[in-house]
């Protein structure tokens, strides 16, 4: 048994990133390293997957984005979350949470 | 350090370029890497290892890049929709608030631009109806009237039953050939007893012509044969009428002229045969031939030619049938079977009146547009400080003169749908006041077209007079604007200039519309007064019908008929009663010859068609015509007396001695008439016939007289003669009573009603003009309030101030009379084309207009000029 993280379950990458917007606009990079910083590189998400989403994101209307200069004084995109991407966020999150629930719970039952 | 403001997206372009959009996604892209690289060689891996891992992180670049250029641009692309979109929004929203602050401004603007356009959508709904869109049948433009009709003179003779017999073969020519006849019977039933018209068809005609049966059942062929139940069906408008637009209908009876009938349907709402013939809305529908339709004198054949075929060969194919099917007659080599276009049976000078009155009122909408946008002027005159604000905030020149279009295109939106109501209006009230012969009037409806049409017009109309406007204002200087010198600066010559010119246009515009107008009522005028010959005061005459069905004897008929005038004679009041075949402006029509006694026969014309009154004893003395010569003919069994118009005695007698002379009217004949008298010329009742003599031949010659004149005197001349005349015998059946005075005014109804609706249009148009020259005036007082003031400090006269501002709008005045007056002369061919009979070179006409044109300005300019002259030079100088 290996402990390589697994694919990511559907909608998981997407609510990571609402997630990480929710402390205030951030460019793609800093995105990434929010997300591996919190999950211990145990989801380790390849970054052409990440900008797609923050792309489909930006389609759906859930964050929007702007360009501004980054403390290395460079342009860079910035991503923020609009009233629209918050709402997503709190919806996903209370899913997400019944569904570890859930999952924790059958998990417990397992075990002897 | 970051914001995301939304005003920056006004600044994208509205379709970003793929450039930009993959120049995007690239440097997004390439500083994520730059990141990552720049983080890992500050951990201490080397630089070349650095990249690597970075990209090794990424995943597949390429990929993700085609992929991310693809997304944003069409996102890019949505984002400038949605911009430009919401600032639409932004301008209408601040277009209406302003339209609501400026309330009466708006209010002037909208019930302006909607006059307008709802009496354009007005006439453009008769002229689509009567004159695009005549006949509201399926293929109309293949559909073909037949009638027997003389080479030689005008005359058409109605066809017979047993010609569609032999036109009802299959033919490469025609699809089919249906009939129709109309009269108007007595309808009994449910107490109720009223003369109606009915219309009788062959089986196939109503589903040729597109007619539904919404109850019941239409009309079979089982239903024509002489021996078959009488049926009938109802117009949808008398089933409602009569019946209530119950389903009991079905299966009642009724009594036609005495006759039982059964109700077997009702037809759809809406179908008629009026727009083929204009002939009266049919209430009932009979089979013809059937047992209930009197014997048809007036059969119509409608004949529906293949593609392609035209009138000519449907007309040679339709003459073969007659000869294959052995068809001869003498009558059928004079008056051989020809088809026509249905319009040829219009009135030719309808369409010409409606192109008429389009160009009228086309003249009244761009009017209307001229007072708009001299308002809309005015406007940004007064709104100049705004624009110069907006322009100093950076407002661009196109942005500006976007929300002005913005804003005339709301006025347009609110004025079209005020046009609408306008028009909707002007309709009704057209329905209800059109002369009896114009029945098509009542199918005119605001169809989908004509309101596309009229959207189309006011969005025009908006662009038109907005622009002007829009243009001036985006000139704002913002400069001037914030330091006050707004209006001098801002109210260019350009404005002033374009509304003067409008001005002249505007009173020119009216100018020919009274012109117009004035011909109108003059022609109307000369119309009335030409001499009919007869007293129309105090005449009257009554219908008299006697159903052959119920008294068939002649003397008999004509007994009942002496009766009944000797029963009305006996009535007080009455000075006066003759029988005739037909009141005064009616007559009948002789086919024949007009053979002088003692002149050659070779040296005579053969057949002519001659206009013929059937007149009883009295006839002239009763309807007050004084005979230029000789006597009226004495009437009786051994005389043969006639009388002749003074045209024709004039003609065929040039050296006199007309009367005396002895004529016969055929050559086979040997009944020899002498003229004993010579009456008025009756050219201008009896049109048409120019060459032939109108005879007034004693009744009872060919058909007894089915008429009463009568001549009474008092207050109320006709009280009594209806009911006197249906005491006489139950079988008389009667029409209402017609005064001469009242056919009169029928008869010059068409005219009076187009001359109505153009004098409307231009008292409208004088009152637009007059109301567009006093803004121009009142505004420029205004702005010389300073000026003016100044002038009265240093002693002026009010007098003389008001003589300044009124020689202003006199030149104004002027100038529009001399234009105005060379469009009149320029139109005058036209407008010669479009009116036969109308004279256009009309001195009086023209002064009478020029002068209402030039009290109706200078009354315009008299209300600022006044002000002008009463301007207190003490808050005129203290203020501004």
């Known amino acids: 048994m290996t402990k390589q993280p697994k694919d990511l379950l559907h909608g998981t990458l997407d609510v990571l990133i609402l997630r990480a917007l929710a402390a205030g606009p951030h460019h793609g990079y800093a995105v990434s ?7 211990a590189g145990l989801l380790a998400i390849e970054d052409a997957a990440l900008y797609k989403a923050l792309h489909r994101l930006e389609d759906q ?52 | ?164 017999g032999a036109w009802r073969v299959p033919s490469p020519d025609r699809e ?25 068809v062959t089986p196939g005609l109503l589903p040729a012509l597109g007619a539904r049966v919404v109850r019941g059942r239409g009309i079979q062929p089982a239903d024509t044969t002489a021996g078959a139940t009488a049926v009938a069906l109802l117009a949808y408008g008398t089933w409602r009428r009569r019946f209530g637009g119950s389903a009991e209908a079905l299966g009642a009876t009724v009594r036609l002229n005495g006759q039982v009938v059964t109700i077997v349907g009702v037809l759809n709402q809406g179908f ?9 809305r049919a209430e009932l529908w009979l089979p013809l031939g059937g047992p209930a339709a009197e014997k048809g004198t007036s059969l119509r054949m409608l004949v529906m030619r293949k593609p392609g075929v035209t009138v000519e060969t449907v007309s040679g194919a339709l003459r073969a049938s007659l000869a294959s099917a052995g068809i001869t007659s003498q009558m059928l080599q004079k008056f051989p079977p020809t088809a026509f276009e249905p319009g040829a049976w219009d009135d030719p000078d309808r369409e010409r009146t409606l192109w008429l009155l389009t160009f009228a009122v086309a003249l009244v909408l761009a009017i209307a547009c001229a007072n708009v946008a001299a308002l809309l002027l005015g406007q940004s005159a007064a709104r ?31 004025g079209g749908g005020a046009g609408i109501a306008v028009a909707w209006t002007a309709l009704w009230l057209t329905r209800a006041a059109r002369p009896a012969n114009l029945l098509t009037l009542d199918d005119v409806a605001l169809e989908p077209g004509v309101l596309l049409l009229a959207f189309a017009v006011t969005l025009l109309v908006a662009v038109l007079f907005g622009a002007a406007p829009a243009w001036a204002a985006s000139h ?91 029963a009305v004679a006996a009535l007080p009041g009455i000075t006066q009663v003759s029988v005739a075949g037909d009141g005064p402006m009616g007559y009948g029509i002789t086919q024949g010859e007009f053979l002088i006694e003692g002149r050659p026969l070779s040296a005579q014309e053969e057949t002519v068609i001659m206009p013929t009154r059937s007149i009883g004893p009295g006839y002239f003395e009763t309807i007050g015509m004084q005979l230029d010569q000789g006597r009226p003919p004495v009437i009786g069994p051994g005389t043969a007396e006639m009388v002749i118009d003074s045209e024709s005695a004039r003609r065929l007698w040039p050296s006199g001695g007309s009367v005396g002379s002895r004529v016969k009217l055929s050559r086979g004949s040997n009944r020899w008439y002498t003229i004993v008298g010579v009456a008025p010329e009756q050219r201008a009742l009896v049109s048409g016939f120019t060459d032939a003599p109108s005879l007034f031949i004693p009744a009872g010659e060919w058909e007894y007289g089915s008429t009463l004149l009568v001549r009474a005197r008092g207050a109320d001349p006709f009280q009594g003669v209806s009911t006197a005349v249906r005491s006489v015998d139950s079988r008389i059946r009667i029409r209402d009573l017609t005064s001469a005075e009242s056919a009169l005014d029928e008869r010059l109804a068409g005219r009076r009603f187009t001359m109505t609706i153009v004098m409307g249009f231009a008292g409208l148009a004088l009152l637009l003009a007059a109301v567009g020259l006093y803004g121009v005036v009142a505004l420029a007082v205004g702005q010389r309030t300073y000026e003016i003031g100044v002038r009265i400090a240093l002693g002026a006269a009010p007098s003389a101030v008001r003589g300044m501002v009124l020689r202003q709008g006199l030149v104004r005045i002027g100038l529009g009379t001399g234009l105005g007056l060379a469009l009149v002369a320029g139109l005058g061919q036209v407008l010669r084309s479009a009116l036969s009979d109308l004279t256009v070179w009309d001195p009086v006409v023209w002064s009478g207009a020029g002068l209402v044109l030039a009290g109706a300005g200078i009354l315009a300019c008299w209300v600022p000029a006044r002000r002008a002259s009463r301007i207190d030079p003490l808050i005129a100088l203290r203020g501004d």
Request: glycine share 8%; proline share 4%; hydrophobic share 45%.
């Open chain 2, 176 to 200: 089919w050939v249906e009939g129709h006849d109309s009269e108007e019977l007595l309808l009994e039933g449910d107490g109720i007893t009223e003369l109606v018209q009915t219309r009788s």
């Open chain 1, 61 to 112: 209307g859930a964050v929007a984005s702007d360009w501004g200069i980054s403390e290395t004084n460079r342009k860079a995109k910035y991503y923020q979350l609009t009233r629209k991407g918050r709402a997503a966020l709190r919806t996903e999150a209370a899913v997400w949470r019944r569904y570890a629930g859930a999952v924790a719970a059958v998990l417990r039952g397992a075990e002897p």
């Open chain 1, 33 to 39: 390293r929010w997300i591996e910083d919190r999950t």
């Open chain 2, 272 to 280: 008629d045969l009026t727009p083929l013939d204009q002939g009266a």
């Open chain 2, 476 to 566: 704002a200087d913002a400069g001037s604007a914030l330091v006050g010198r707004v209006r001098r600066s801002f109210d260019t010559r350009f404005g002033r200039s374009l509304r003067g010119t409008l001005v002249v246009g505007q009173l020119a515009a009216s100018l020919v519309l009274m012109s117009g107008a004035g011909l109108l009522l003059r022609s109307f005028i000369r119309e009335r007064n030409i001499p009919l010959g007869f007293e129309p005061g105090g005449l009257g005459w009554v219908r008299v019908d006697i159903p052959r069905r119920e008294v068939p004897l002649e003397e008999t008929r004509r007994a009942l008929m002496d009766q009944a005038a000797a």
């Open chain 2, 384 to 414: 100049a400080q705004e624009f110069g604000v907006r322009a100093a905030l950076g407002a661009g020149r196109t942005r500006v003169m976007r929300q002005l279009l913005t804003e005339s295109l709301l006025l347009g939106v609110l």
């Open chain 2, 1 to 164: 350090m970051f914001e995301l403001p939304s005003w920056r997206r006004l600044f994208r372009l509205p379709s970003p370029t793929p450039q930009s959009a993959a120049a995007d996604v690239d440097s997004e892209l390439e500083f994520h890497l730059q990141m990552r690289v720049d983080e890992l060689v500050a951990l201490g891996t080397p630089e070349a290892e650095a990249r690597r891992e970075a990209l090794r992180r990424f995943g597949d670049v390429a990929a993700a890049r085609a992929d991310l250029r693809l997304q944003s641009r069409s996102r890019e692309r949505r984002a400038g929709w949605t911009a430009w979109l919401q600032d639409v929004g932004r301008d209408v929203l601040f277009g209406l608030r302003g339209l609501r602050r400026r309330r009466g401004f708006t209010a002037v603007a909208v019930v302006t631009i909607g006059l307008g356009i709802g009496l354009t959508t007005a006439v453009l709904a008769v002229v689509n109806r009567l004159v695009l869109h005549p006949l509201p049948y399926p293929n109309p433009d293949r559909l073909a009237t037949v009638s027997l009709a003389s080479s030689e003179t005008a005359m058409q003779i109605s066809p017979n039953l047993e010609l569609l």
